[in-house]
C-alpha cells in the first residue's frame, strides 16, 4: 500500500539553504519566477523571484545549455548551476545556469513594471491590478511584516496564558449597533455581520481567563478616507482578573515590544527592503483625554468643537505634540467621556464623567480602543436602562454576568493600520492586500 | 509624565507557577471562580476554577478569617492562604486559606450543573446556555485543543516557509459557485460571503509562493447533519512549485504530524482530561478513488449508485476498512473525478477522467480536500469554456494566470471536524464554539 510518511526534502534549493552551507563552487538546482533580464551581448543576468528575495543568475554563452530567447519575463523556471560567490549580487552571490526547465509561461506582457524598485504606479492602479503588483519585492515586504505582526501577537498572547477563540462572524440582529451593520438573510431571518467579536469574548473571559481572536470584522460605515476599511482584521483580546485597566494597556505594550523584537530578528530583510527601522516601545507615555485635548488646544493654539472625542486633526497633533516633545511614536490616551464609549465600559469611580478606558495612537492616529469593562451584572443593566437601550437579543450575553464573571478588559488592535504606519505608508490600502472600501468590492 | 513600560509581574499565582517553584509552606495568593464548595462541618473545599485547571482550596475554622457563609458558587475570588502539599488534590497540592476578597458575585444560581465531570446535558441545552456550558472543565478543553490544532498549523508552515495572508470575506457576485452562498447588499451593490479563500490564495501564490490562511468561510448550504456547519473555520494552504501533487499531501501529513507533537508536549493537561490519546500519524495510507470504492463495495457488500462521488456512508467504510485492515485514523483517496472536482482542478495528463486531487478523511470523515490546480491560463480558460462557464467576475483571478503562475496546489481542511474527532465527539457542534447551522443564529 501506498503511504505518504512527511515532508520531504526538496531537491531545489532556497537561497537561506544555499547561504547557511556556503555552497561556493557547489552545483545547485533553483526555481523562480522570472523577474527581470537583462542582456549584456554574451552574457546576461536573469534575476529569479523567489519567496525569500531575488536571486541573481547568469547565462553564459558556451557555459548555459539552452538559448536565451527561450526565456521570457514571467516564466517561471527550474535552473541548474553553480554557485559563484559575487558581492555586487544581492544576496552576495549568484548562479552560473547550465540548464532550465520551464516551468510554465505567461499568455499577455506585465500590465505593471513590477520589476522596478519603487513601482511608479497610483493606488488606484496597483489595486486593479492586484495579483501582479503585489509581486512588486517592497510591495510584498509590507505584507510580510503584518504577518510578523498578527504573529507576535499570537505568540506572545500564547506565553501570557491566553487562549485562542473563534467566535461567528454571521449573528442575529442586536439592539447594540444596530447601525454600521451589513445586513443579510439567514435562511429567511434577518442577520447581520459582527463589526467586532465585542459580546463573544467578554463570554469567553468567564470561560478561559484570557482569550484573543485575530479574525475579520465588518462595518458598514459610509467613510471615504485614508484610514477606514469596511472589512478589517481585528486583533482582539480580553483578560480577566485584571487590578486595573492600564494591566490591559501593559500586556498591549509587551505584545509591542515582544512584536518588534521578532520583526528585527525574524523580518530583518523585509524591514530593509522597505528601509524602515521599527518604532521605540520600551516605555509608551500615558495622557488623560481632558489633559491631552487641552495641551494640543494650548501648543497649537487650536479650538476644538467636541468636548466628548477626539476629532481626527486632534489625534494627530497629539500624537505630533508626543513626538516633538518626548520622541514617542505612541501615545495611550486615557479616560474617555461615559457618553461616547459604549454602556459596556466601565465609568471611573473617581469621577463617572469619564471610564477606564484608552485609545492608542501610533503617529497620530487610532489603533486601538479597549478598555476595562463592567462585569456585574445589575450595573451592566442599569446602564444599558440609564440609556435607554432596550437588552433584547443581549440575553446570551447577559447571561454570562448573570452568571458570575470576573473583572476584566480587554482591546481591539486595527491591523491594517498598524502596519500601515509601521511600513511608512499613508493610506490603509497600501496595507490591505484586498481592500474593501465604499467603492471597492473587487478583486 | 505616567509611562507604561510593559507586563508586570502579577501578585497572584497561576498553578503552573506555584508548581514550577516547588512551594510547599509558601504564603501564596491565588485567584479564581468558585467551582464548587464541599462542606464537611470544620473544614470545607473550595474548588477554584483557573484557567490551567481546578485548584483545591480548604477553608479552615479558626484557621480561615472569614464566614465560610460569605462565599457562594459562582463568585470570582482572591484568595491568600499557604501552599499544602496533599497528593489527593487535582494537581498534587492544596491552599489552605487564609483571607479571602469576593471580586465579583453572580446574580442568579447556576442554570446547568458545570461542575459535574461530564455534563449529563443535552447538546441543545449546552449550545443554549453557551457561556455558561462552556465552564465546564471537559467542554473547554475541546477548545484549548482546537487552539492546538490551529497553532500547530501556523507555526509547522512558518517553518515551511509559507507567508500568512488575510483576504476579504466579503465578494462581487461571481460566476463560480454563485450557489450556496450568502448573499447581502454592499452599499447598494450585490454582494456574497466567501465560501473558501480559494481564487485569493491561488492569487497569492504568484507572489508569495507559498501562503496560508486560517479564517472563517459561509456555506449557505441547506444541510442538516451533524457534520455541516454553515460558518467553520477553514485551515487553508496553497503551494507553488510543487514537483506532483503528492507534496500537498506529505505537507498536511507534516502538519499532522507536527500538531500531535506539539499537542502532546504542551495540551497534555487538555488530553488527559479529555482522555483522549492523539491519533498515529507517522504515515498515512493513500488509495485512489476508484480502488476505494471498490475495496468497500467488495468488503462489505454494499452497492453505491454514484460512481462520482463518495457518499457520507462510503467514507465512513472506507474509514473502517483502513482502520481494520492497517489501523490507520487517516486515508488520503486520491484521484478524484474531474466531473465532479472545480474546473480549476487539474485533470490526470495520464487519465483525464480523474483529477490529481485528494481527500483526507479522518475516522471516515472528510475533513481536507485539496489537490493539484490548472496553471497555465489557456487550459484554464478551455477547462471553463468546456465546462459552459461564465469567467465573467473572475478577471482579476484569471489575470493572475494571464501574467504567470508556477505549479502550484493546495488543500482546505476543516477545523471544527478534526477537532471534532480528535476530541471523540460526534457533532461537529460540540467542537464549535458558537456554531451557526439552519436553525442557529444565536448565542
Known sequence: MKVITGVAKKETLEISEILAREMDGCDVRVNGAVHTIRDMGDVAFIVLRKRE??????????????????????????????????ERAPQGF???????RILSEPAEPMPLQISKWKMNTSLEAKL?????????????????IQEGITRGFRDFLYGQGFT?????????????????????????????LQQSPQFYKQMMVGVFDRVFETAPVFRAEKHNTKRHLNEYTSLDFEMGYIDSFEEIMAMETGFLQYTMDLLNREYAADLEILGIETPRVDSIPQVRFSEAKQMVAEKYDRKFRNPFDLEPEEEY?????FKEEYDADFVFVTHYPSKKRPFYAMDDPEDPVYTLSFDLLFCGLEITTGGQRIHDYHELIAKAAARGMETEGMEHYLAAFKHGM???GGLGIGLERLTMHLVGEENVREATLFP???SRLEP
Open 406 to 408: 470576573p473583572p476584566h
Open 164 to 192: 485562542e477563540i473563534h467566535t461567528p462572524k454571521i449573528g442575529a440582529k442586536s439592539a447594540e449597533g444596530g447601525a454600521n451593520m451589513f445586513r443579510l438573510e439567514y435562511f429567511h431571518r434577518p442577520a447581520i
Open 317 to 321: 497633533l497629539i500624537g505630533q505634540l
Open 128 to 144: 486593479n491590478n492586484r495579483a501582479v503588483s503585489l509581486r512588486n519585492v517592497r510591495e510584498r515586504a509590507k505584507f510580510r
Open 53 to 86: 528575495g531575488l536571486l541573481q543568475c547568469v547565462y553564459e554563452k558556451g557555459l548555459s545549455e539552452f538559448d536565451l530567447k527561450d526565456i521570457r519575463e514571467a516564466d517561471t523556471v527550474e535552473f541548474t548551476g553553480r554557485v559563484n560567490r559575487e
Open 436 to 438: 474593501r472600501d465604499l
Open 94 to 100: 549568484e548562479i552560473r545556469i547550465r540548464t532550465v
